[in-house]
T-cell receptor, first 115, second 115 residues
Framework: AQKVTQAQTEISVVEKEDVTLDCVYE???????LFWYKQPPSGELVFLIR??????QNEISGRYSWNFQKSTSSFNFTITASQVVDSAVYFC????????????FGPGTRLSVLP | DAGITQSPRYKITETGRQVTLMCHQT?????MFWYRQDLGHGLRLIYY???????DKGEVPDGYVVSRSKTENFPLTLESATRSQTSVYFC??????????????FGEGSRLTVL
């Protein structure tokens, strides 16, 4: 069965530090999608990135970067030079393409960036 | 404006009452979802729908009923509310076709309190 693990429940860093949020997934499917979402204190869920299982290229978007490694079933998220506005709960999610778009979310990592 | 909207945003009800949470999207996305978010459990899927008149259970469907007579609407009904259903409910939609899975677009959430 599909499963997403985010072992870090809470992380605190000081502004300008780099921080990596871990995501490990389990799936029986060969075609699947991985996602990251941000939930700031205001409560909305903001889409950050989607990656399919056939694309292992790492991606960088400004201060955000993602490292996808199928060999270790991981899809880690790094924030470079963190800012207070990055404080949020971050969710990693998995969807197996052959199983009815059943998105499964990890428990989330609460990131606090201190000034 | 285009998007996905939920109503009501806040609701207080009593045990045993029926409650319906509304969800409306303007993108004509085929898939729609209902999640609940509780501390310690992250986001859990209640029901999802692949198209009008097609619905399926998620991880925690007990006590909930859904319908989807029109593509754009996906109401969630609690037929007899219980205190354990106090939660924040998120509706989402995605554009998915075949093995292609688009990202989830979330509504702002509906905070339900059952007394």
């Amino acid at each position: 069965a599909q499963k997403v693990t985010q072992a870090q429940t809470e992380i605190s860093v000081v502004e300008k530090e780099d921080v990596t949020l871990d995501c490990v997934y389990e799936t029986r499917d060969t075609t699947y999608y991985l996602f990251w979402y941000k939930q700031p204190p205001s409560g909305e869920l903001v889409f950050l990135i989607r990656r399919n299982s056939f694309d292992e290229q790492n991606e960088i978007s400004g201060r955000y970067s993602w490292n996808f490694q199928k060999s270790t079933s991981s899809f880690n998220f790094t924030i470079t030079a963190s800012q207070v506005v990055d404080s949020a709960v971050y969710f990693c999610a998995l969807s197996e393409a052959d199983y009815g778009q059943n998105f499964v979310f990890g428990p989330g990592t609460r990131l606090s960036v201190l000034p | 404006d285009a998007g996905i909207t939920q109503s009501p945003r806040y609701k207080i009800t009593e045990t045993g009452r029926q409650v319906t949470l509304m969800c409306h999207q303007t993108w004509s996305h085929s898939y729609m979802f209902w999640y609940r978010q509780d501390l310690g459990h992250g986001l859990r899927l209640i029901y999802y729908s692949a198209a009008a008149d097609i619905t399926d259970k998620g991880e925690v469907p007990d006590g909930y009923v859904v319908s989807r007579s029109k593509t754009e609407n996906f109401p969630l009904t609690l037929e007899s509310a219980t205190r354990s259903q106090t939660s924040v409910y998120f509706c989402a939609s995605s554009e998915s076709m075949g093995s292609y899975t688009g990202e989830l677009f979330f509504g702002e959430g509906s905070r339900l309190t059952v007394l």
